[in-house]
Structures are given as C-alpha cells and as structure tokens.
C-alpha cells in the first residue's frame, strides 16, 4: 500500500511540474500578456494614442509630459519645463528634436541612438505582441523575485539587435520592469523602468505610473500619467520635423 501511495504521490507531484513548465513557456507568457492588455482586437482598434501627465525628478524638477503615437510607427513626446518646450520625435523614419535644456531652440536630426529609442517607443503594443513577425527574439530566462511578486524574466532582442529584459508579472501578466542599455550623450547607461497602476481605456490596459532610474543612482524619474485618449485625432504634421 505504502509503495502505491508513494507511485500516486510521485505521479501527481510529476504531472504538477509538467503543468507549470507548460505555463513558462514563452508562448503561454505572451498570451497571457495579451489578454492582459485587452485582447489582439482592442488593441488593433487603437491607430492613435495621445497620454498625458506629468514628470518629477525632484523639488521643484518637475514637468508637463504629452506622448502622441500613430501608426505606422510614428510618435511624438513634448516635455514642457520653466516654460520652456522640448520635442523628440519619430516620423517613421527619420528622428528629430527640438532640445532648449541644451540650448537648441530650432529642430535638429535626432542622434543615431536616440532616434532608435524613439522608433522603439512608437510601437503600440509594445515588443512582445506579435514578436515574431516583428521580426524580434524572446527567450525565458527564469522567474524574478520582484517586490510586488514573482515575474517572468524575459530575454527580449529586437530586430534592430538591441537587447532588453522584460519582467511580466506572473499573477497579472502586465509588464511591470524593463531593463535595459541606452546611450546617453557618448556614455552607455544601464536603465530601469517600473510600470504599474493599470488601467483600461477602450479595453486595453495601460501604466498610469511609470518610474525610471540609471542603475546604481538615487535620482528616479516619476511619471504620472492624466488622461489617456484612444484614437484622437493627430495631424501628420505633428511627427514631421519643421523646415530649419
């Protein structure tokens, strides 16, 4: 009897472990993140996007954000602080800015790097939705302990090559850190982003809370997020560089 019992014992604990490594697999982690956001066909509905809110970096570092998206790939981010407005964009192909905390008052050509992070952002359902015929790499590398709970680890590289680890909590299937490399005015800097505070607007999830920080500095950018428009009307001249 004690030998049956422990066949039963060892047959249940086999067929538990098989249930959950079915459910690491990436496939099924994408799917779940899917249904997250929305489904395939709310988030198809949304051709524009428009989020507003507001930046802080500190006492009295703080700045009114507005990020316009349309598809194909095209996005538009203005900061506005001490009056002063600044804009980096992406129309698709090409990438520009308009920068007065570096003294440029007039549109330039966006460096290399930050016109790649720019095409980057202008992807609506993000890197992990139709991953494959975006032509990206998604691989699991494990299960992370992060302070709201465990999260599947993802090793995402991009088309473009450029490699980011993406954390979808493993309750909620939202993408809540990302981590990644940027190059920042000639340096490489290792960045970490915490998303939370889901919300639903014409059915799909978006992060009302978003913070980031250069890994190893106490310095975090928090930003809030006020409204979110799904499908306002944005006129193409928005995402074009201005004649110079």
Same mark, same amino acid.
């Given at each position: 009897m004690r030998a049956g019992m422990q066949a039963v014992t060892i047959a249940l604990a086999a067929l538990a472990s098989a249930t959950y490594a079915t459910a690491q697999t990436v496939d099924e982690i994408v799917a779940k993140h899917l249904a997250a956001r929305g489904g395939r066909e709310a988030l198809a509905a949304v051709?524009?996007?428009r989020l507003s809110g507001h930046a802080t970096a500190g006492p009295g570092r703080e700045a009114i954000v507005r990020r316009e998206i349309a598809r194909?790939?095209?996005?538009?981010?203005?900061?506005?602080?001490?009056?002063?407005?600044?804009?980096y964009a992406?129309?698709?192909?090409?990438?520009?800015?308009?920068?007065?905390?570096d003294g440029s008052l007039d549109a330039e050509p966006l460096p290399e790097d930050e016109a790649a992070t720019s095409?980057?952002?202008?992807?609506?359902?993000?890197?992990? =939705?139709?991953?494959k015929a975006k032509g990206h790499k998604v691989e699991l590398v494990g299960t992370a302990p992060? $302070?709201?709970?465990p999260a599947h680890e993802l090793k995402v590289t991009l088309k473009s090559g450029a490699v980011r680890r993406v954390f979808v909590d493993a309750a909620t299937g939202f993408i809540v850190r990302t981590e990644s490399t940027r190059r920042v005015r000639g340096?490489? =800097?290792?960045l970490d982003t915490d998303f939370g505070d889901y919300?639903?607007?014409?059915?799909?999830?978006? $992060?009302y809370s978003i913070e980031g920080s250069a890994r190893?500095?106490?310095?975090?950018l928090r930003i809030v997020v006020d409204s979110v428009e799904v499908n306002p009307k944005l006129d193409e001249s928005r995402f074009k560089m201005p004649p110079r």
């Open positions: 051709k524009t996007l194909p790939g095209k996005i538009r981010t203005e900061f506005v602080f001490q009056g002063t407005t600044g804009v992406w129309d698709g192909s090409q990438g520009w800015r308009v920068s007065p905390l095409a980057e952002q202008a992807d609506i359902e993000g890197p992990l =939705v139709d991953w992060l $302070p709201g709970g340096h490489d =800097v290792a919300r639903k607007t014409n059915g799909v999830a978006f $992060p190893g500095r106490p310095n975090r």
